[in-house]
């Protein structure tokens, strides 16, 4: 149940990062907005929201929102997945999938046009 949670949780932190980039959303700090980006490690139960800036010429990230993961739910792998702005496009797309202590695995796509998948449960 939590793995699932999760998963929904993480798709919608997904839409969100879609949604501002498209809209060109661009925090206070940001002169200029890149993308947007959603960021978590391999193992790792933290997702960060960030806003890819350049300030100048300088390339600044901004924190916008921090996911924490359902008690012992976890990235199975590296998770950077990049909303560009304006024309769009998506640089990291790919399956995306939780694994938890409780030994259940979920699954989802995140495809080139930035479409997420519904997604399900593996099976053991």
């Given amino acids: 149940q939590k793995v699932g949670t999760s998963a929904k949780e993480l798709q919608q932190l997904l839409r ?3 949604i501002k980039a498209r809209a060109g959303q661009r925090p206070d ?3 200029k907005l890149v993308a947007y ?17 350049l300030n100048g010429v300088t390339p600044a990230e901004v924190l ?9 739910v976890m990235l199975s792998q590296a998770l950077n997945i990049e909303y560009k702005t304006l024309h769009g496009g998506v ?21 080139a046009g930035g479409a997420i998948s519904e997604g ?4 053991q």
Avoid: K, P, W
């Fill in 16 to 18: 969100s990062a879609q």
């Fill in 29 to 31: 700090t940001c002169d």
């Fill in 37 to 53: 980006s959603v960021e978590g490690a391999a193992g790792g139960s933290t997702i960060q929201l960030y806003a890819q800036c």
């Fill in 64 to 72: 916008v929102q921090s996911l924490q993961l359902q008690n012992g």
């Fill in 91 to 111: 640089e990291g797309f790919g399956t995306v999938q939780l694994d938890s202590n409780y030994g259940q695995s979920f699954s989802f796509a995140v495809d």
């Fill in 120 to 123: 399900a449960f593996d099976a």
